[in-house]
């Protein structure tokens, strides 16, 4: 619940907060039997990239290639590779054989906020936020029903809720422009 208090400030206050990007460029070229391989395949957008081109690409720039995120042309083939905190492509030129590899990482606050909005995180992350949505929901609900054994003990309990709910409610339709 802290990191994601956190992170909502940080996303609120996104554009006081200076990020210095880091570009990592890598570049080689495919061996003829590959290039002549890729000439040969159809521009099918759905097909992945080969397993010899992604072994080579692999062991030659240190880039794992997933089955998904990649478009075909008849000229080149582009890899998409999102990720929490920053981005990166991959190109392969179909012609000569060409790799290009860029990364681009905007930083810890940045993989952090991508976090909160569960943006490029996979499945894994995708479940683990639900099951803790769900866990802020029962411990909301109890503490409701807490509230509610424990108010004739104390008569602000009502009015602050109340207010708690009435409070943003007001700030919302009066202080934000549709």
């Not at 880091?22 to 097909?47: F, Y």
């Not at 995708?126 to 609900?141: E, G, K, P, S, T």
């Not at 509610?148 to 202080?175: C, E, N």
Request: aromatic share 10%; charged share 15%; hydrophobic share 50%.
């Amino acid at each position: 619940m802290l990191l994601f208090a956190v992170t909502g400030l940080t996303l609120n206050h996104a554009a006081a907060i200076s990020a210095d990007p880091k570009v990592t460029a890598r570049s080689g070229t495919l061996p003829p039997p590959l290039t002549t391989a890729l000439k040969a395949a159809p521009a099918d957008s759905k097909a992945p990239v080969p397993e010899a081109v992604r072994g080579w690409i692999k062991a030659h720039l240190g880039v794992a290639l997933r089955d998904a995120g990649q478009e075909w042309s008849d000229d080149e083939i582009y890899v998409s590779l999102p990720r929490p905190g920053g981005d990166a492509f991959l190109t392969i030129d179909r012609g000569t054989g060409a790799v290009a590899y860029e990364r681009t990482d905007r930083g810890w606050i940045s993989y952090l906020n991508d976090l909160h909005k569960g943006r490029n995180t996979g499945d894994a992350w995708f479940w683990f936020i639900d099951v803790f949505a769900v866990a802020c929901l029962v411990f909301c609900i109890t503490g409701l029903v807490l509230l509610y054994l424990m108010a004739d003990q104390r008569k602000s309990t009502w009015p602050l809720v109340a207010a708690g709910l009435v409070i943003p409610l007001l700030i919302a339709l009066f202080f934000i422009h549709m």
